[in-house]
């Protein structure tokens, strides 16, 4: 097991709102897993300086239990030729909102203004869609609570795929029936344009 040095424990201090959080993510390079998978702990993904979107959800969600927040991750499943999504949740004053580390100009953080989970879900629901404009959103997880998993996974010297087999035995909504899902229209031309646009290109 790892342990934070105090530089590692001064950053966090000062990471002390949701919106801090969110830029620190955001600065962080994205990990395009060059050399095989992985699902790095906070502490490791701190010192990588680099996080593709569950990695980027585990540290922020640690981070804002260290403010007062609970640890709080959801998954975003979607169609089998596309990409899931975990954000980390937060609430203030009653309304949720999510930190979402993402390479995209889509489905990026959420301002603390939705009532509930599913409403908070569904402002990602027109963003997620295929370059062929196929809309691929279709189920959300419960909120998963990272503090109720093996103790000291926050500090863990490996990759933490305990929590990616945790995440997917969870209850999921979904989120319409099959049959309203036939008649989803498509994406429009300049949507998946502009869902082209990255922040960091992959190397080669």
Not at 26 to 42: I, V
Not at 97 to 122: D, F
Request: aromatic share 12%; glycine share 6%; charged share 30%.
């Amino acid at each position: 097991m790892l342990s934070f040095t105090q530089k590692e424990k001064a950053l966090i201090k000062k990471l002390n709102t949701p919106a801090k959080v969110q830029d620190f993510l955001n600065a962080l390079k994205f990990n395009f897993e060059e050399k095989g998978e992985t699902l790095k702990s906070p502490i490791l993904t701190l010192r990588a300086g680099k996080a593709h979107c569950f990695e980027g959800a585990l540290l922020g969600a640690y981070i804002l239990s260290k403010h007062g927040h609970k640890p709080l991750i959801l998954h975003l499943k979607t169609t089998k030729n596309d990409f899931d999504h975990v954000i980390a949740l937060f609430k203030i004053d009653g309304f949720w909102g999510a930190l979402s580390k993402t390479n995209h100009a889509v489905l990026r953080y959420r301002e603390p203004v939705y009532k509930n989970i599913r409403e908070l879900v569904m402002s990602y629901f027109h963003e997620y869609f295929l370059d062929s404009g196929v809309k691929t959103l279709r189920k959300y997880s419960q909120p998963f609570k990272l503090n109720v998993f093996e103790n000291g996974w926050k500090r863990e010297d490996g990759d933490l795929w305990g929590i990616d087999d945790e995440l997917d035995k969870i209850k999921h909504y979904d989120i319409l029936s099959a049959n309203a899902i036939k008649n989803f229209r498509k994406a429009e031309k300049i949507e998946i344009e502009a869902g082209k646009i990255v922040e960091y290109r992959k190397k080669g």
